[in-house]
């Protein structure tokens, strides 16, 4: 079946590191992919989404692209604050549903 | 616009007790979907209702129920409760239509703890 699998966490960096979150997928036909996050204590909120190959998704200097070769959707962002510390989750809506399939989560910590 | 509402916040249960978890969703979404998020688990899909329709379902026992409103609100039960029912119970609401699409963005709820005693 459809599934999603991201890097392991903890991810410590220093204010200002770039950051990479691997992300890859499983799915038949044609997935939209999303990047959640979760802050602590709040629900989930979409951060960026791709609905199909090649494009790029992008929203507060984190940036995804779909790429249908390698099945993957990194993360990524050029200069991590301590404000953007919380849980990312990668999920994939699988094509013609509104169900979401994610993967497990990866935990950011930024330290000043 | 308000955003999706989940109640209560917080619900403590004993086993073998059942439950109810209500949503509303953001004015003129059609779709809600119920997620269950555990640390072992992570977060799981239980199902989506559509126009009073569940039209996609997860991978649940029956004792997970849920159904939807002529206004879009939707509730979960889960009856019989097990200790590994303890859970935060995500609820999501989309536009939606009707043939589905996979493109539309789903808002959550901030969400229900669920602690099964």
């Known amino acids: 079946g459809d599934s999603v699998t991201q890097m392991e966490g903890p991810v410590t960096l220093s204010e200002e590191a770039f950051l990479t979150i691997n992300c890859t997928y499983t799915?038949?036909?044609?997935?939209?992919l999303f990047w959640y996050v979760q802050y602590p204590g709040e629900g989930l909120q979409l951060l960026l989404k791709?609905?199909?190959?090649?494009d790029k998704g992008s929203n507060k200097g984190f940036e995804a692209t779909y790429r249908k070769e390698t099945t993957s959707f990194h993360l990524e962002k050029g200069s991590v604050q301590v404000s953007d510390s919380a849980v990312y989750f990668c999920?994939?809506?699988?094509?013609?549903?509104?169900?979401?399939?994610f993967g497990t989560g990866t935990r950011l910590q930024v330290f000043p | 616009k308000a955003g999706v509402t989940q109640t209560p916040r917080y619900l403590i249960k004993t086993r073998g007790q059942q439950v109810t978890l209500s949503c509303s969703p953001i004015?003129?979404?059609?779709?809600v979907s119920w997620y269950q998020q555990t640390p072992g688990q992570g977060l799981q899909f239980l199902f989506e209702?559509?126009?009073?329709?569940?039209?996609n379902k997860g991978n649940f026992p029956g004792r997970f129920s849920g159904r939807q409103f002529s206004n879009s609100r939707s509730e979960m039960n889960v009856s019989t409760l097990e200790l590994g029912d303890s859970a935060l119970y995500l609820c999501?609401?989309?536009?939606?239509?009707?043939?589905?699409?996979?493109?539309?963005?789903?808002?959550f709820g901030p969400g229900t703890r669920l602690t099964v005693t």
């Open positions: 999501a609401s989309s536009p939606g239509l009707a043939g589905a699409t996979s493109s539309y963005e789903q808002y």
């Open positions: 799915a038949t036909g044609y997935p939209s």
């Open positions: 791709a609905t199909k190959a090649d």
């Open positions: 999920a994939l809506s699988p094509y013609n549903t509104d169900k979401l399939i």
């Open positions: 004015s003129g979404h059609r779709s």
């Open positions: 209702y559509f126009s009073e329709t569940q039209r």
